[in-house]
């Protein structure tokens, strides 16, 4: 059974910094490339980062990157996201997500949002 089960979200005042952690199971971590997905309330999904199997090919979306730094543990098979100096337009729900059937690079997985497999989320809140 594939299970991506994201924690480390809270409230946080802008600023602060926060760090998600997405742990995966039931598919081979190693070969597959990983994103991170946000939703607020009665709002589309929008594209947060992306990291390719080997973790040597990152994305960001525009509105994070030089804030946001997306890694992998393989030997835990967790995925992370560092979000430092966050602003109040953070506030998300934060999901990770990942093609468990087919490896795909993360330009598919994120861009073409070619993911099958989600997890229940994590709520980041940014305010003072």
């Known amino acids: 059974e594939v299970r991506l089960v994201e924690s480390g979200g809270g409230l946080v005042q802008p600023g602060g910094s926060l760090r998600l952690s997405c742990a995966a199971s039931?598919?081979?971590?190693?070969?597959?490339?990983m994103s991170w997905v946000r939703r607020a309330p009665g709002k589309g999904l929008e594209r947060v980062s992306a990291?390719?199997?080997?973790?040597?090919?990152?994305y960001y979306a525009n509105s994070v990157k030089g804030r946001f730094t997306i890694s992998r543990d393989v030997a835990k098979n967790t995925l992370y996201l560092q979000m430092n100096n966050l602003k109040p337009e953070a506030t998300n729900m934060y999901y990770c997500?990942?093609?468990?059937?087919?490896?795909?690079?993360?330009?598919?997985?994120?861009?073409?949002?070619?993911?099958?497999?989600w997890g229940q989320g994590t709520q980041v809140t940014v305010s003072s």
């Open positions: 997500a990942a093609n468990t059937r087919y490896r795909v690079s993360w330009y598919r997985l994120l861009i073409q949002a070619q993911y099958n497999s």
């Open positions: 039931g598919f081979t971590f190693s070969n597959s490339a």
């Open positions: 990291i390719d199997s080997g973790g040597g090919s990152t």
